[in-house]
């Protein structure tokens, strides 16, 4: 981990934006007379970043653990509301200082190229009257946070949070599938309107911020904002219609066989896809959430020792919150503490086979703070969204082979192979929420209605159609509310599809040579941001190439694995 500068205490407690305001201050006026002078006021502005990311993180992260604890919702809403605007201003300034300085296009692009690129889109996008519509913006996530966080069902008589209940829809008990799907529907249906309301003004900030900027769109403005340097808004629809042609139909196959086995022909209902066949239960791989964290640690560490060492390391910090429950909000995630040098993982687990994916996925995000906390700039700490999930990804199908740590050899077979059709399954469902967001942001004026019937068109393209949905429409033309991302981070998804697309090409490379994949995956993620999103994948032995004919020949792939694993 390096070792930061006495620029800004690393401890520093930020009550208020003035706490921050003096070293800001000092950076904007710091007097800049050499090459060497112009590299400390990027790392002081760098630790100086740090330090106010490391304390907003733990904002999120409270408040997120508990949704209903009015403190931490206020000192949340302190940082996204207050602190952040300004910060973000401060930022703008010490931001031109340094792009601005005749020295700063004499640094070697070795070092700073990304940094040069990465400035210079901010500068560009950057407009002070979009500082108080992302803070409004931030306002109307928390209330989405903490509306889909307080949902919960009652089902025999027990209340839960609605992951919690999702675990019945793994049952063979048709009655218990069939009420626990209703249960949760019909709770997620009752705050539709009020969820609309949330998006409908989410949308209305969001499209102005893109005017304000002098875009024509959102999703454009978005896409430059989210740096994206290496692909366009074209290629992400160019790999909607080859998840389309190529990965649907093999969806549609695996929707059948899992149909087929459940006797279920000619009435295949939504509360039977994830149901288990008579006589057979849901995988059942640990009973609590220390047992799940232990055997996870045993199986990072089989893999490679730092991994395991960096897990318990987290562990012996109190790191992790994994338990589903009441007043908290869905989802799981990685969250990089900049100082510290390691991240928070936060999940909801209820005793499943996805809750190990998940944790192995978080994990993996993990190993990648760890791997980059070496790195002085936190621009290069954070690396594009692409790569992060590659990361997780890969550590997903890494781990795979040794799941046994959870499951006797039978149901271990059975535990990838439904990892595996899981992918498959994944890539429609990114495709639908990738353009659903496009065709939202393209054409802002739509009413809800037109927003729904437009998703509902979008899950007939890309669903296998085998799902018999009669009496229950609006349920399934409500289903991308459920979709945290669409609310509090907009078009974040397709990178799943791009990143999905970079594991599988590591877990073959990891087949044929698991040493030679895990020293790439080191190396690749220990380069952060530095380099370009293509440059960093060839370090890791890999193409950034998301063209149908990738597609198709990574499906080939999965497909030639499936049927190993089937004997």
């Not at 869905?330 to 999940?347: A, D, R, S, V």
Request: aromatic letters at 12%; proline letters at 4%.
């Amino acid at each position: 981990m390096y070792k930061p500068t006495d620029f800004i205490p690393s401890d520093l407690k930020i009550k208020s934006w003035n706490d921050l305001k003096p070293y800001f201050d000092r950076l904007i006026h710091s007097e800049i007379n050499n090459a060497d002078d112009l590299n400390d006021l990027i790392l002081n502005y760098s630790e100086t970043l740090s330090v106010f990311h490391e304390q907003n993180a733990w904002s999120y992260i409270n408040m997120s653990c508990e949704t209903d604890n009015q403190d931490y919702v206020k000192r949340y809403q302190l940082f996204s509301t207050k602190i952040s605007p300004e910060l973000e201003k401060a930022s703008n300034a010490v931001e031109k200082k340094i792009y601005n300085h005749p020295e700063f296009e004499n640094l070697p692009d070795d070092r700073f190229g990304q940094l040069k690129q990465k400035l210079q889109r901010e500068l560009e996008l950057f407009r002070e009257a979009n500082v108080e519509l992302s803070a409004e913006i931030s306002k109307l996530s928390t209330k989405y946070d903490q509306l889909s966080g307080g949902l919960t069902v009652t089902l025999d008589g027990e209340e839960m949070p609605l992951p919690k209940a999702a675990v019945r829809l793994q049952s063979s008990d048709r009655e218990k599938r069939k009420a626990a799907w209703l249960a949760i529907n019909e709770k997620r249906f009752s705050v539709k309107d009020e969820a609309d309301n949330i998006y409908n003004d989410m949308l209305k900030l969001r499209v102005q911020t893109a005017k304000n900027a002098g875009y024509a769109n959102f999703r454009d403005f978005r896409h430059d904002l989210l740096q994206r340097f290496d692909y366009t808004p074209q290629d992400a629809i160019n790999f909607q219609l080859a998840v389309e042609e190529f990965i649907v139909p093999l969806a549609r196959e695996i929707d059948a066989s899992r149909r087929d086995k459940l006797g279920l022909t000619d009435d295949y209902r939504p509360w039977d896809t994830a149901g288990e066949p008579a006589g057979q239960e849901a995988l059942k791989p640990f009973e609590t959430s220390e047992e799940l964290l232990e055997k996870t640690i045993n199986i990072f560490k089989d893999l490679h020792q730092q991994f395991g060492k960096n897990l318990e390391a987290m562990k012996d910090a109190g790191l992790f919150d994994l338990e589903s429950r009441k007043g908290k909000a869905p989802g799981g995630y990685n969250y990089g503490l900049e100082t510290t040098g390691m991240p928070f993982i936060f999940m909801n687990a209820a005793g499943t086979h996805r809750n190990v994916t998940t944790l192995c996925h978080e994990g993996g995000h993990a190993m990648h703070t760890f791997l980059t906390n070496e790195e002085p700039l936190i621009h290069y700490r954070h690396a594009p969204m692409e790569m992060a999930e590659t990361a997780s990804m890969s550590m997903e199908l890494f781990t795979a082979g040794r799941w046994n740590e959870f499951y006797d050899h039978d149901d271990h077979i059975r535990a990838r192979r439904e990892h595996l059709e899981d992918i498959i399954s994944f890539f429609p469902w990114c495709a639908t929420v990738d353009a659903f967001q496009h065709w939202v942001y393209l054409n802002p004026e739509h009413t809800v209605n037109e927003r729904d019937d437009y998703f509902d068109e979008l899950t007939r393209r890309f669903t296998s159609g085998l799902v018999n949905w009669e009496g229950y429409d609006h349920f399934r033309r409500n289903r991308w509310q459920q979709q945290l991302h669409i609310f509090g981070m907009p078009f974040y998804y397709i990178e799943y599809g791009i990143a999905q697309l970079g594991a599988l090409q590591m877990y073959r490379l990891f087949k044929q040579d698991p040493q030679k994949a895990l020293d790439g995956y080191i190396k690749g993620l220990r380069l952060g941001s530095s380099e370009p999103l293509p440059e960093v994948w060839k370090t890791m032995g890999i193409k950034f190439d998301f063209s149908t004919n990738t597609l198709k020949d990574l499906v080939q792939f999965v497909q030639e694995e499936l049927k190993e694993l089937q004997g």
